[in-house]
């Protein structure tokens, strides 16, 4: 998900292990891959790794959820929610994709220039293969 450094943004990893309590900001791309209390606020794309653990409200400018969120995620653009994801918050953005087996319980808020599309998601097991 990370994209080409063009404009001198910055990386930041949080490695598996490595636990994080407070607020934590960042003005390029970011990878969690351990535990995060407090809010995450990312200027560049977000990628929460499956082993992860975040208990905060979550900003970025895309993100991609592999592992566990208890907040509010909140993306300017494109929020993708893979087949282990487990989502207990409410999501906003411009385009959301769940893939089957990810876990969401929350409101979502999907809106484009457009036309607003609000639904209420209280499942289990958000999408089915066919």
């Known amino acids: ?3 080409k450094d063009e404009g001198g943004s ?3 990893i949080i490695a ?3 636990r994080v309590e407070g607020d934590f900001k960042s003005p390029g791309n970011v990878r969690i891959e ?3 209390k407090g809010m995450v606020k990312a200027e560049g794309d977000l990628v929460v790794a499956e082993s992860a653990r975040i208990e905060a409200d979550v900003e970025a400018a895309n993100a991609t959820i592999a592992g566990e969120v208890r907040g509010d995620v909140t993306v300017k653009d494109k929020l ?3 087949s282990t994801a487990k989502v207990n918050g409410n999501l906003s953005g411009r385009v959301l994709s769940v893939a089957a ?3 969401l319980q929350g409101t979502c808020s999907i809106s484009t220039e457009k036309a607003s599309v609000e639904s209420r998601v209280r ?3 958000s999408a089915v293969e066919a």
């Open 1 to 3: 998900m990370f994209k």
């Open 10 to 12: 910055s990386e930041t």
């Open 16 to 18: 598996s292990g490595v």
């Open 34 to 36: 351990g535990t995060v």
């Open 80 to 82: 993708d929610l893979l």
């Open 101 to 103: 087996g990810a876990v």
């Open 123 to 125: 499942v289990k097991a």
